[in-house]
Structures are given as C-alpha cells and as structure tokens.
C-alpha cells in the first residue's frame, strides 16, 4: 500500500471517529448545562436570597442573634459560589457580573474604602441606575463580608452600615436570579462567538471553553488561594486568602476540588465515560489526581490558615496537596488534548 493511501485511509478513520464522538460531546455539553450548571445556579441564587432576606431582618431587628443569622447564611452562598467559580463563561460575563461577586484579592483595601463612603451617604444607592455604573467592588461577596467583619463596620449598632448591607444583598440576590434565568432560558452555545458559524461546531467549542476554564480553575486555586497567602514562593500575607475574615478559605479550596470530582462525571457520557473509552489509562491517572486533591485537602487542619503555625509549617503541610494540584493540571490537559480538545494561554493565570 502506497504511503499516500494510508494517510488517505488514516485521514478517513481520525474524520470518522471525530464525527462519531461530536454526538457524544454534544451530549455531553447538554449534561453539563442542565444537570451541573443551572443546578448549581439555582442553589446559588436561592441561598443568595436567604442572605439578603436574613440581611433585611437584621437591619428590622439588630441584635447579634439576627447578625449571627445572616453570617450563617453568607457562608452557605459562599459554598453555593465555590461550585460555580470554576465557570468564568456565559451569563456571568456580563457586565463584569463574576468579578463583581468576588472582588478578591483587594490588595488596596478599595472595597472597604468604598463602603464607607457608601455609609457616609446611602441616599447615593437610591438612584435609579446605582448599580449599573456601581464599582465591582462593592456589589458582591466581597463587600458583604466586609460588612459583616470587617472592624471598621458595625452592621447591628451602625444604622447607614446595615442600610449599606441591604442594599447590596438586594443587587446580589437579584444579579444571582438573572443569571439563573439566562442560563435556563439558553443554551451554552448562545454565548459561544465564533467569526464564522459555518466552519466551527458550536457546541464543540463551547465544552472546549468549559475544559479550558476548569484548567485555569486549578491554577487559581494553587496559586492565588494556596501559594500566595502562605508564602510558598515569597512573602507570606494570610489576609490574602480568600474569605478570610469570614474564615472561609479553606472550605472553599475544598468545595472547589471536589466540584471538579462532580464535573468530570456528570452526565451520560460524561467527560469520564468518553474519556475511559477512549484513553483508558489517561483518564484513570485524571481520576485518581482528582480524588487525590480532596483526600490531601482534608488532611489539613481546619484553623490552617488562622492558626498560629509558622511559614514554614504551613508549606510543609501545603505542599503534598499543591504539588498533587499541578499533577491535575498536567493530567487534565493529557487527557483533554489526547481527546482533540485545543487548550490555549491560561487567561488566569497570574503570571
């Protein structure tokens, strides 16, 4: 056989399977979308709703039962938060909607300065469109926790403090509610923008863009929650870790590792299902990386970023767990490339 005819014939055959797995991957984008995302943005927004009802109540009745209440119910939507923070995609996008929810690391302390001048004239969020040209900084998670930690706010004796902390529940129920709605009203290929519809698969693209943020994902959560905060490359700045004050840094490193467990394997196929069928073994080392990430994650003391350890104390115990991150990074582009998924620059990375 002439070598050009078994190009010809190897040509045919990669064509064929590609074509055969685009059903599969359509699938499994639908799965995604419907089983994962609008799923977990409705938990998102409903306990976005319980925040800013319990918000509300606090600001009726002070007291620190109902302050008590209210911080309850801001870490259960921080949690709901973790599972979706992977996606920087769709919806979220507009109107700088994901970095409004978390305007972190605020290394200038602007959201706290922010805020109180917002205090000093809460008449000033009374304007029909406040929130429209309002800073990022203070319409989200961000800004509630400062309110409900921060020292230079007093939410229950504070009167202008708490008006502050309604009004920002309200923008951040109501922003949570619109997003749900324009994810279950369309689907993922409607944020997808291709130059030229008729040359690209739609659907194709858009779980390539969903990989490629779940890859970027993992250099956030190395890097900027882990690596930065300690030190483990330089200066140590625990006030860097997010959530801090609310002293959620560490549940949300976990939520955010295991909701990589639940995303590989939702759906039928999933990404696992394809991925075992066609890369066995690369799909395997991705799997055990995964479960390896949460079991590492779980070692660490609950007080790991608030406890008085040293520097050098909090590397150490760090290290298996950032080390075993990376192997997922490298693990997840082998399989996902191996599949014909094209992995390009990591927009978040902080290099």
């Not at 009167?159 to 109501?174: T, Y």
């Not at 479960?291 to 660490?300: I, Q, S």
Request: net charge negative; glycine share 4%.
């Amino acid at each position: 056989m002439s070598t050009l005819n078994k190009a010809l014939i190897t040509s045919i055959a990669f064509l064929t399977a590609a074509s055969a797995n685009a059903g599969t991957w359509d699938h499994t984008l639908e799965q995604i979308q419907h089983q994962y995302i609008v799923p977990k943005y409705r938990a998102f927004t409903d306990s976005s709703k319980q925040l800013n009802d319990a918000a509300q109540a606090l600001c009726a009745m002070p007291s620190q039962q109902t302050l008590a209440t209210v911080q309850s119910a801001f870490k259960h939507n921080v949690t709901d938060w973790q599972s979706l923070q992977w996606l920087n995609f769709g919806p979220v996008t507009y109107f700088m909607r994901y970095y409004a929810y978390e305007y972190w690391p605020d290394k200038k302390g602007v959201t706290q300065r922010q805020l109180r001048a917002l205090s000093a004239a809460p008449d000033t969020m009374e304007a029909p469109k406040f929130w429209t040209s309002a800073s990022i900084a203070v319409r989200g998670m961000t800004a509630i926790e400062s309110l409900l930690y921060h020292g230079d706010f007093d939410v229950v004796h504070k009167a202008s403090d708490c008006e502050v902390l309604e009004a920002v529940s309200r923008h951040h129920a109501q922003t949570s509610e619109d997003i749900l709605n324009q994810w279950t009203s369309s689907e993922a290929t409607d944020w997808v923008f291709a130059e030229d519809d008729d040359f690209v698969d739609l659907k194709h693209i858009a779980l390539e863009q969903f990989v490629q943020q779940w890859l970027e994902h993992m250099s956030v959560v190395k890097d900027a929650k882990l690596e930065t905060p300690i030190g483990y490359k330089g200066r140590a700045n625990l006030k860097l870790a997010e959530f801090y004050r609310s002293e959620q840094s560490l549940p949300s490193i976990e939520t955010n590792l295991k909701s990589y467990r639940i995303l590989y394997h939702i759906g039928s196929p999933s990404l696992y299902d394809t991925a075992i069928a066609e890369q066995p073994e690369l799909a395997a080392n991705l799997e055990s990386a995964l479960a390896e990430n949460v079991k590492l994650a779980l070692t660490l003391p609950n007080d790991y970023f608030t406890g008085d350890y040293t520097q050098d104390q909090r590397i150490s115990m760090a290290t298996p767990l950032i080390k075993s991150i990376s192997n997922s990074q490298t693990q997840l582009t082998n399989l996902v490339t191996s599949l014909g998924f094209q992995i390009g620059f990591n927009s978040r990375d902080g290099d």
